[in-house]
């Protein structure tokens, strides 16, 4: 295979996962490395980065997967043999988180200026992306998570709690042959790669998705929450984010003895600016569109953006948003944009009115096995 890839699980930087299909197979960390390294780029503008290390991991991983995938005979740009996010559901073809994220990175790397590229090289990235297989089921208008999800039977929802998390009480193959979820990848791949998907899209993908979602991955609840916020379902936003906060506050996974769990603080914090700030980076300009919940009077934080510290002041009705001088930021007038209001924030408070989000009514899918007009076997 060509370019890089990195490992899963590792203690000496070789890859030390014991089971493949829940780690050697997950090759999305590939491409999650790239965006990291591509929103490092984007909220620092460190252009020495980009032009060295930046590029190079671009660069790399954008040739895994152009070695990885293939042009199938439909004329589309195929994944095949992989696991995303959600463990629940191992080694499959055009895993949707997988393609999306692949399709950003082929993206990123096919729009540098490098010398390291060759123009072949750079059509077969772009060809790749713009024909990335993205498995939809037209019955239910929704992205499938892989090109065989929908076809799985439906998990047991009569399944007792104690029986959670799944993997702890039932064997890998019975959890792969039904649909449930440990995370709603396809509803996180909607989220970091926001601008590729319409409101509907991300609507339809949450009312499908977020039922089937045990929960049993600390990295659910944060995500779930963020994308409820979006959508404008402000209580079920709220359920989300406090059962990420108190993880490990309540030790509500009974394994908190073992350690904190790191990465869902940072989505606990993700769920406060991205969720409930609405705040998404990585476009033309940052942008919020908020979404804080009714019981609370307001949020601040600050994030330092493009060399300048930019502080958040949210309130039921409005949000405030200012530069704060000091010598180590730069006070040159940011560009923001809060819903559909172009904003230019400088060392003066401006503040934004903002409307109440009404909540839209839940999506109504047909029947997945629908029975009308079948003959009755006797």
């Given at each position: 295979?060509d370019g890089?890839?990195?490992?899963?699980?590792?203690?000496?930087g070789?890859?030390?996962?014991?089971y493949y299909?829940?780690?050697?197979a997950?090759?999305?960390?590939?491409?999650?490395?790239a965006?990291?390294?591509?929103r490092?780029q984007?909220?620092?503008?460190?252009?020495?980065f980009?032009a060295?290390?930046?590029?190079?991991?671009?660069?790399?991983t954008?040739?895994?997967?152009?070695?990885?995938?293939?042009?199938?005979?439909?004329?589309?740009?195929?994944i095949h043999?992989?696991?995303?996010?959600?463990?629940?559901?191992?080694v499959?073809?055009?895993?949707?988180?997988?393609?999306?994220?692949?399709r950003?990175?082929l993206?990123?790397a096919?729009?540098?200026?490098?010398?390291?590229?060759a123009?072949?090289?750079r059509?077969?990235?772009?060809q790749?992306?713009?024909?990335?297989?993205?498995?939809?089921?037209?019955?239910?208008q929704?992205?499938?998570q892989?090109n065989?999800f929908?076809?799985?039977?439906?998990?047991?929802?009569?399944?007792?709690?104690?029986?959670?998390?799944?993997?702890?009480?039932?064997?890998?193959?019975?959890?792969?042959r039904?649909q449930?979820?440990?995370?709603?990848?396809?509803v996180?791949a909607?989220?970091?790669q926001?601008?590729?998907?319409?409101?509907e899209?991300?609507?339809?993908?949450f009312?499908?998705?977020?039922?089937?979602t045990t929960?049993?991955s600390?990295?659910?609840?944060c995500?779930?929450?963020?994308?409820?916020a979006?959508?404008?379902?402000?209580?079920?936003?709220?359920?989300?984010?406090?059962?990420?906060?108190?993880?490990?506050l309540?030790?509500?996974?009974?394994?908190?003895?073992?350690g904190?769990?790191?990465?869902?603080t940072?989505?606990?914090w993700?769920?406060?600016?991205?969720g409930?700030a609405?705040?998404?980076d990585?476009?033309?300009v940052l942008?919020?569109?908020?979404r804080?919940?009714?019981?609370?009077?307001?949020?601040s934080?600050?994030?330092?953006?493009?060399?300048?510290?930019?502080?958040?002041?949210?309130e039921q009705?409005?949000?405030?948003?200012?530069?704060v001088?000091?010598?180590?930021?730069?006070?040159?007038?940011?560009?923001?944009?809060v819903r559909?209001?172009?904003v230019?924030?400088?060392?003066?408070?401006?503040?934004?009115?903002?409307?109440?989000?009404?909540?839209?009514?839940?999506s109504?899918?047909?029947s997945?096995?629908?029975t009308?007009?079948?003959?009755?076997?006797g």
């Amino acid at each position: 295979m060509d370019g890089a890839l990195f490992p899963w699980r590792t203690i000496n930087g070789l890859e030390a996962s014991a089971y493949y299909a829940a780690g050697t197979a997950q090759f999305h960390i590939a491409a999650a490395i790239a965006f990291a390294a591509n929103r490092y780029q984007w909220a620092s503008g460190d252009d020495t980065f980009s032009a060295e290390l930046g590029a190079d991991l671009l660069i790399e991983t954008a040739r895994m997967w152009a070695s990885l995938g293939f042009f199938g005979k439909d004329g589309m740009f195929h994944i095949h043999g992989v696991t995303g996010p959600d463990e629940y559901t191992a080694v499959v073809n055009d895993n949707l988180y997988t393609n999306v994220m692949a399709r950003f990175n082929l993206r990123a790397a096919a729009a540098l200026e490098h010398e390291g590229i060759a123009e072949t090289e750079r059509m077969v990235w772009r060809q790749a992306a713009e024909r990335m297989s993205l498995p939809y089921d037209p019955h239910l208008q929704v992205f499938s998570q892989d090109n065989d999800f929908m076809t799985l039977e439906p998990w047991d929802w009569n399944t007792p709690k104690s029986k959670y998390p799944l993997l702890l009480n039932f064997h890998p193959l019975v959890i792969y042959r039904h649909q449930v979820l440990k995370q709603a990848d396809t509803v996180l791949a909607m989220f970091l790669q926001w601008q590729d998907f319409t409101a509907e899209e991300k609507q339809r993908a949450f009312d499908f998705y977020d039922p089937i979602t045990t929960g049993d991955s600390t990295l659910s609840a944060c995500v779930q929450g963020i994308m409820a916020a979006e959508v404008g379902y402000g209580d079920v936003a709220l359920q989300h984010f406090t059962e990420a906060l108190f993880i490990d506050l309540d030790n509500s996974h009974g394994n908190t003895i073992d350690g904190v769990h790191i990465a869902s603080t940072g989505g606990i914090w993700s769920s406060l600016v991205c969720g409930f700030a609405g705040m998404r980076d990585q476009g033309e300009v940052l942008r919020f569109d908020p979404r804080l919940p009714v019981e609370w009077d307001g949020l601040s934080f600050r994030l330092k953006v493009q060399g300048r510290l930019l502080a958040v002041e949210l309130e039921q009705g409005s949000i405030a948003l200012t530069l704060v001088p000091g010598p180590d930021y730069s006070e040159e007038p940011l560009q923001v944009k809060v819903r559909d209001y172009d904003v230019t924030v400088g060392t003066a408070i401006v503040q934004v009115p903002l409307e109440d989000v009404p909540v839209p009514p839940p999506s109504i899918f047909p029947s997945v096995f629908p029975t009308a007009g079948l003959p009755i076997m006797g």
